[in-house]
């Protein structure tokens, strides 16, 4: 499963509950205007194999971030 909105000028914050889809794979967020913290819940998702935050306006968390996945899920690929 896969999620694709990158470049499409979304603004505000990540939305936690992308932490409920367990079966995502892919997650392209990149080139928006995404700011605040970025949630760690995306860090737990077992499947997912890219995660493409790169681009936007000011994301908080990706220590977190990176700590969760390395926890969870260490080969997933992460573009902050």
């Known amino acids: 499963t ?4 990158c470049y499409n000028e979304l603004t505000g914050p990540i939305p936690a509950e992308l932490g409920q ?3 995502l794979q ?8 995404l700011s605040g913290p970025i949630p760690t819940e995306l ?3 077992a499947a997912l194999e890219e995660l493409h ?3 936007n ?3 908080t968390g990706q220590e977190a ?3 969760c ?8 690929e992460l573009a902050l």
Do not use: K, T, V, W
């Open 21 to 23: 889809l367990a079966a």
């Open 26 to 33: 892919f997650l392209y967020l990149d080139g928006n205007q």
């Open 53 to 55: 935050l790169d681009d």
């Open 2 to 5: 896969a999620l694709f909105l």
């Open 43 to 45: 860090g737990q998702l």
């Open 57 to 59: 306006q000011q994301l």
């Open 69 to 76: 996945m390395e926890e969870h899920n260490p080969d997933c």
């Open 65 to 67: 971030l990176r700590s």
